[in-house]
């Protein structure tokens, strides 16, 4: 059920002084975009009537069909709590159509909701909730980012050691003020390294939030005069940020993925939905972790995930069962970095889960111990697989994976593949510092 209409929306922005209203969208890549309209252009943009180039959005269409609208969705109306109080700024997240009336194919947002209208005709309801890391930085003297931080906090440190300390508590307030509910915020483990994390959502709701969460940590820590990057792994020799995603189903408002019988406490479906997980997780490694520099998080020693396992007994395999039960009871994939593209990825999440509940795909045995420390004999032993250790070799598998080739859809897969494809060979064209030190006396 709707929570704003149109009148609602003409009316909080006369009563609330909103002179502009950012009309928000979100390309293939992850990257948040918007046009900018005043106040007295909100009703035509409230008719779906507001247009935009697509072809100046990489990964969008080609000059020739160029002409997009943006549809907002209502229920996303916020305003922002960073902005003049005198003329105020407001943002809706929008959907991308074509001229002809329908759905744009390549919009993140569009593949999101055609899955989860899917799942709706079984009689599901898909939650996510969301870890998302990131990093705090000095910036130079002309405000661009660097990677220098003085302090040398870690986990669960508190100021004055934590630098950060500050920074992130005004960005509790304000991403209070914008109606989330934070559950918890901390120092990671990392020098600079904080998380914030925000209570489940309905997917949809989950992904717009991702990218405002993004959009509100970077603009507070601009105004602390640091740089918040999402980047996975912005420092050789300490851990990388990652985006754990904690996934239930709810059928009736009850969590199906409970069941109090079982050994773990975990029902059938629970099972089946790692079980299609696993089978196309080396495709949604593509999608999970987009970037070359994804990689450089997904190694052993740093506590991301490596190898495709799973366990309700410990957190180091790739999916692991955080320990509460009943209404708690969640699947965590712990691969995704806060890179990716939120919409995408927990389409082709959903898609794989339900996947494995229709065929009644059930998971290879848990590896309940520390896989950390186990040898590469032990894992051969148990026929435990490792990710794609690598953006191509992650492009690879999904090239080879028609099922999630299908929940993208054509052109995003097409554009996708291209455009990583490109971000690969323009990578190892490069001729980076480690060689020229590595070789440049030696050869």
Known sequence: ????????????????????????????????????????????????????????????????????????????????????????????????YNTDGKPFEGDPRYVLKREIEKARQLGYEFNVGPECEFFLFHTDDESRPTTITHEN????????????????????????????????SHHEVAPAQHEIDFKYDEALTTADNIMTFKLSVKTIAKRHGLHATFMPKPKEGVDGSGMH??????KDGVNVFYDAEDANGLSKEAYYFIGGLMKHIKAITAIAN???????????????????AWSAKNRSPLIRIPAAREDGTRVELRSPDPSCN???LLAVCLAAGLEGIKEKIM????????MYTMSQEEMAEKGVEALPADLLSAIEE???DKFIQEVLGSHVTEKFIESKTKEWE???SQVTAWELDTYLYRV
Do not use: H
């Open 1 to 96: 059920m709707s929570k704003y209409t149109k009148s609602d929306i003409l009316r909080m922005v006369e009563e609330e002084d909103v002179e502009f209203i950012r009309l928000q969208f979100t390309d293939m890549f992850g990257t948040l975009k918007n046009v900018a309209i005043t106040s007295s252009q909100l009703e035509k943009a409230l008719d779906n009537k507001c247009m935009f180039d697509g072809s100046s959005i990489e990964g969008f269409v080609r000059i020739e069909e160029s002409d997009m609208y943006l549809y907002p969705d209502l229920d996303t109306f916020v305003i922002f709590p960073w902005r003049p109080q005198q003329g105020k700024v407001a943002r809706l997240i929008c959907d991308v």
């Open 153 to 184: 906090a870690s986990y669960f440190d508190l100021g004055p050691i934590d630098y950060g300390e500050n920074a992130r508590r005004d960005m509790v307030l304000t991403l209070e003020d914008m109606g989330f509910e934070i559950e918890a």
């Open 245 to 250: 995603t904690n996934m239930s189903l709810y």
């Open 290 to 308: 987009p970037l070359i520099n994804s990689y450089k998080r997904l190694l052993p020693g740093y506590e991301a995930p490596v190898y495709i």
């Open 342 to 344: 939120p919409y995408l």
């Open 363 to 370: 998971p290879p045995a848990s590896v309940d111990c520390n």
């Open 398 to 400: 999904l090239k080879k």
């Open 426 to 428: 323009s990578y190892i």
